[in-house]
């Protein structure tokens, strides 16, 4: 058979979409396909862009995978770009001069960013935002400047404003219109969400013209508007809109529209019969998609006019929601009221920064348009209403108003309630028939049904929705979820730690033969040990317990690379005396430690052998040092700033109060580590807002932020309460602590916690503050618990025979390890490399006591 | 099983941790001792990690899978057979074991490695 030559021209998230859903098809070899592709990568997702500046690397990003695409058959021609098509000789010629004949070709372009073309638009530093290349561009000028201007309060504009704001530029954000988001929003919805960004620290200036961009006097650019005012700037990114990338038809004789895009009709076929086009550079209906999701159904509509089948493109539903810079924002279908005979509904709560309004029918009966910010919960259930014209209640305020007091509950629409036609996952188009079908053919759980249905990978927006009807639907069918820990045990972390508690067990053995099979493993056992130290306390030393925990903390202190440990002393609030000083370094010298200090504000040595950590710590516990539990999943360090005592600047005693929390939480157990910092002011030295809890001192008290994090994954800690007095800042602590070590999965830091938390900060504050779960007694009297029966594991370690038996290197002799083999660099031991001791380098010989 | 006369006494049952590994030195080769009081059995296996390339095995955490008991490394996580040293992350490596046996609550072993 011959195969028919198809040529795909552009390999963005559509074109991937397209070649996708020709493998999926099952007839990709009826097909001999060649991608080109311009950009110097296969297709990445462009609707997660800004991760990038999270954290996300470009392997992050990736759509498309060469093995994968070598897999399916396809030829890829990687930065490679069309220059021109020759309809009649049936060729396409790119930029390398090669020729090559097609049969079909589908062309998926995408669009560019516009730049106004103001004079100054082209000088060095003015940005746009579309590619990897461009973010890298902007993370170059960013690190060069001081301040940034996004030309554009549109969707994408605000996006590129919380990406220069995190880059740590004071932010801009320069707008035509008279509001922000003026397609999606009205005036009043427009000025919740500028107060709401304004807040964050982004200056907006509407109804701003540019006519032109100069040399500044104090920044790089200076940008003079219409009305006579200017704005200095060092770097400008350009966010006013779209337009398709057209060239290549207009070129080649195709119709295009009279503002830009490939004309298309139903079949997504252009005005040449051989021809498609597809995603954001096609014109379908005088209409551009600038979203994804109409994209990936031109896509699938392209497959199936390939094979025969049929299936049209009939436009696509533009509603939104995301989160910009953290404020919740969406649209819904007609939200500004165009429909002849349209009513709306509008709440307005200035104090928190919401604003929701609805567009009805002139009966009242169907839910034509919504507009959300500040609060965008109502989203799904708004979108169903409208999506499927499901009659609305007899009082659709009763959608948008808040549920206060009584026993109202919240007039949501139950997932139960909506029609098999009802669309799920706008992105891929399931609807919840499809999910249903999904799980009558066998997935039993929500992984399951995202990978058969491809709901809710996308942009995420339907997750929460999906997880609701997926659970729902399994119940019904009286499947239960599967979210098992291990092979050993069929329970969550949450629920073994309510077993525990429950049940009043004491020991893994107990909780094995009661609620699990096997001897466990590296996963269940040392999370029983977490479970069981934060409910009961008890030394985790004690012979039933030993063998559940990692080595680290079975011998209390931090294996490293060839075998030997690392001790830390808590040096709490990172405040420590010249004596104390002194006696670590004595240590250190005693025993011949490598000695650094840490990123944690305290001291750690290296180097000490299992035999040598009682006698190590002998000497510290004598000179008043605790263990630092840095090998623990509990409380770390606190980190201080030296705060009003000593600093200028300083608002309240910030070391003090770190010294008392870090006291206060120490030897708490929890599902992963947690991190404390007190800064004295808001230039932050203590980098608080990095940390699972932060404290920062205001001129009213201290302000609470929650659920940061650095490491492999930064997070920025949320706000969580202001001008807080210490004994409500405890209070608040001891709460969300014990709650999320009752709630959290095994080895989720806080962070992910939050991120995973249904309902989000608000829900953590109604628990937490208004109580609403009515724990708040409960939690705070569990960690008086811990708190009341704190002691230092290794004073009772050194003082426990039993327990220093577990220290000898050798049951049946008492020579040391003679692998361990230390050099000396830069006037401190190192652990000698393979080569080293293959070459017997001179060794440092062993100091086993203290000399 | 029938006792060997290869056998020599190595520690007494006391030595031993429940439910988790101690190590001794047999002709000046480091051998993890696992005790299992539930099997009523005590296993060994090279103390010698090959991936992290140290001696660490003895204080790894002791499990099972699918009913084969094994110990984790402390270093990378990889899990090891205690009955035949075989390595479950990668199948071409497997560590020596030795021959042990418990008698009135002396540990017994074979110092040849199998
Ligand atoms: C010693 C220290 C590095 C140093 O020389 O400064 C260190 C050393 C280790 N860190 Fe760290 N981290 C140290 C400060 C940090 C910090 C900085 C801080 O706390 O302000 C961070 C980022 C902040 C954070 O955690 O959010 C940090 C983020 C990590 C992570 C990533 C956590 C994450 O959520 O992404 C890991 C891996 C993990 O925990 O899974 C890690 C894991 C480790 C481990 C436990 C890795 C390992 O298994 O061997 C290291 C062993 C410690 C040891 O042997 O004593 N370390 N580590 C620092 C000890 C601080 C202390 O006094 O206790
Ligand atoms: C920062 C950002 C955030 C966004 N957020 C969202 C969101 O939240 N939700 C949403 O629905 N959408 C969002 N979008 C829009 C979404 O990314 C686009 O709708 C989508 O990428 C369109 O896909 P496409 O394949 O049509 O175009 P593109 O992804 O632009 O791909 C087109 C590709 O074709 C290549 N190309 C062009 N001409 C040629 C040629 N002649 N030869 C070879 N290759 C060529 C281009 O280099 C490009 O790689 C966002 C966009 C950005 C930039
Ligand atoms: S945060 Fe404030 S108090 Fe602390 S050192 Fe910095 S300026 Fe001083
Ligand atoms: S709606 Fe975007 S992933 Fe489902």
């Known amino acids: 058979m011959n195969k028919t030559k198809l040529i795909l021209i552009g390999n963005g998230m559509v074109g991937h979409q397209f070649l996708a859903s020709l493998a999926e098809s099952g007839a990709a070899d009826r097909f001999d396909v060649t991608v080109f592709c311009e950009e110097p990568r296969l297709a990445y997702d462009r609707v997660q862009l800004s991760a990038y500046f999270s954290g996300k690397t470009a392997e992050d990003l990736a759509m498309g995978q060469p093995a994968q695409y070598a897999e399916w058959g396809y030829n890829v021609r990687l930065n490679e770009k069309v220059v021109s098509i020759d309809r009649e000789n049936q060729t396409v010629t790119s930029d390398s001069g090669v020729e090559l004949a097609y049969d079909q070709i589908i062309m998926a372009t995408g669009s560019f960013p516009f730049v106004p073309p103001v004079p100054g638009h082209d000088r060095e530093h003015c940005l746009v935002y579309r590619t990897i290349e461009d973010l890298e561009a902007i993370t170059a000028s960013a690190a060069k400047g001081r301040s940034g201007v996004v030309v554009g309060g549109g969707l994408l504009g605000l996006e590129a404003a919380k990406a220069l704001r995190d880059l740590g530029l004071e932010t801009h954000v320069v707008e035509f219109a008279p509001r922000l988001m003026a397609v999606q929003l009205d005036d009043a919805g427009g000025k919740v969400l500028r107060d709401k960004i304004e807040d964050l620290g982004v200056r907006v200036h509407t109804g701003k013209n540019t006519q032109q961009i100069v040399d500044g006097e104090n920044a790089v650019h200076r940008m003079e508007f219409a009305d006579g005012e200017v704005l200095e700037t060092d770097v400008i990114l350009f966010s006013a809109g779209i337009r398709p990338r057209d060239e290549l038809a207009r070129s080649c004789g195709l119709e295009v529209g009279e503002r830009g895009g490939i004309v298309i009709d139903n079949d997504c076929l252009t005005s040449d019969k051989n021809i498609f086009a597809i995603g954001e550079c096609a014109l379908w209906n005088g209409r ?111 959608l948008i108003l808040p549920q206060r007091g009584g026993d109202g509950k919240p007039a949501g629409l139950g997932v139960a309630a909506l029609p098999e036609a009802a669309q799920i996952c706008s992105c891929h188009d399931v609807s919840k028939g499809d999910i249903c079908q999904a799980i009558d053919n066998g997935a039993t759980n929500l992984g399951d049904v995202k990978s058969c249905t491809k709901a809710a990978t996308g942009c995420g927006g339907c ?244 659920c940061g994090n650095g490491g492999m994954k930064p997070r920025h800690a949320d706000l969580f309460a202001t001008d807080l007095d210490k004994a409500t800042l405890i209070k608040y602590i001891d709460r969300f602590l014990m709650f999320y070590v009752k709630t959290a999965d095994r080895l989720q830091r806080t962070s992910v916690w939050m991120d995973n938390l249904e309902g989000g900060l608000d829900y953590l504050r109604q628990v937490i503050i208004e109580d609403s779960l009515g724990l708040g ?10 708190i009341g029966t704190y002691e230092c594991e290794w004073k009772k370690t050194i003082e426990d025979p039993e327990a220093l038996k577990r220290f000898r290197p050798f049951v049946n002799s008492e020579e040391t390890d003679s692998n361990v083999v230390f050099v000396m660099e830069r006037d401190q031991i190192r652990p000698a490399t393979a080569e080293e001791k293959a070459a017997n380098t001179p060794a440092v010989p062993v100091k086993m006591m203290a000399s | 099983m029938t006792t060997d006369t290869h056998l020599i006494s190595l520690c007494s049952k006391d030595d031993l941790v429940p439910n988790s590994g101690v190590c001794a030195l047999v002709n000046g080769r480091q051998v993890a001792l696992f005790y299992l009081p539930e099997d009523e059995q005590v296993y060994a296996i090279d103390n010698h990690d090959p991936f992290g390339q140290a001696n660490v095995l003895s204080r790894g955490i002791v499990g099972s899978i699918a009913d084969v008991p094994v110990v ?43």
């Open chain 1, 288 to 398: 551009i998609f600038g979203l994804v999701a109409p994209g990936y159904n031109m896509a699938k509509v392209a497959v199936a006019k390939l094979l025969g089948e049929d299936k049209q493109f009939l436009g696509a539903d533009m509603s939104t929601k995301l989160k910009l810079m953290g404020v919740d924002v969406a649209s819904i279908g007609d939200a500004h009221g165009h429909t002849p005979g349209a009513r709306n509904y509008t709440y307005l709560d200035e104090a928190c920064g919401v604003y929701k309004k609805i567009v009805v029918n002139e009966s009242g009966s169907t839910l034509l348009g919504a507009i959300l910010v500040g609060d965008a919960e109502d989203y799904g259930t708004l979108l169903q209403y409208a999506l499927n014209g499901i009659e609305l209640p007899e009082f659709p305020d009763s």
């Open chain 1, 463 to 706: 997750a929460a929705l999906l997880t609701n009807l997926v659970n729902h639907e399994l119940e019904s069918r009286g499947v239960e979820v599967n979210r098992n820990l291990c092979e050993h045990f069929d329970y969550t972390r949450q629920e073994l730690y309510h077993l525990v508690r429950v049940d009043q067990i004491k020991s893994f053995d107990e909780l094995l033969h009661k609620h699990g099979q096997g001897k466990g493993c590296e996963i269940c056992k040392p999370t029983a040990a977490s479970i069981l130290a934060s409910c009961w306390n008890e030394f985790v030393l004690k012979k039933p317990h030993v063998g559940l925990q990692d080595t680290n903390d079975t011998f209390l202190a931090n294996m490293q690379k060839d075998g030997t440990y690392s001790v830390v002393p808590r040096v709490a609030g990172g405040e420590i005396t010249p004596d104390k000083l002194i006696v670590l370094g004595q240590v250190a010298k005693q025993f011949n430690l490598y000695t650094k200090v840490t990123g944690g504000q305290r001291i750690d040595l290296f180097g000490a052998r299992l035999e040598q950590l009682p006698e190590i710590w002998r000497i510290l516990v004598d000179a008043g040092f605790e263990t630092g539990h840095a090998y623990g999943k509990s409380l770390r360090t606190v980190k201080s700033c030296v705060g009003s005592t000593w600093c200028r600047y300083g608002v309240d005693d910030s070391v003090g109060l770190a010294i008392e929390v870090e006291n206060r939480y120490k030897g708490l157990r929890s599902p992963h580590k947690i991190k404390f910092a007190v800064s004295g002011c808001t230039r932050e030295c203590a980098e608080a807002q990095s940390k699972d809890v932060g404290i920062i001192a205001t001129e009213n008290g201290w302000n609470l932020y929650l």
């Open chain 1, 777 to 786: 007694a409960e939690l705070e009297e569990q960690m008086q618990q811990v």
């Open chain 2, 72 to 114: 984790a490394s402390p270093l990378y996580k990889q899990r090891f057979s205690l009955v035949d040293g075989q390595c479950f992350e990668d199948e071409a490596v497997k560590l020596a074991t030795w021959q042990v046996e418990l008698k009135d609550d002396v540990l017994l072993i074979d110092p040849t490695p199998r």
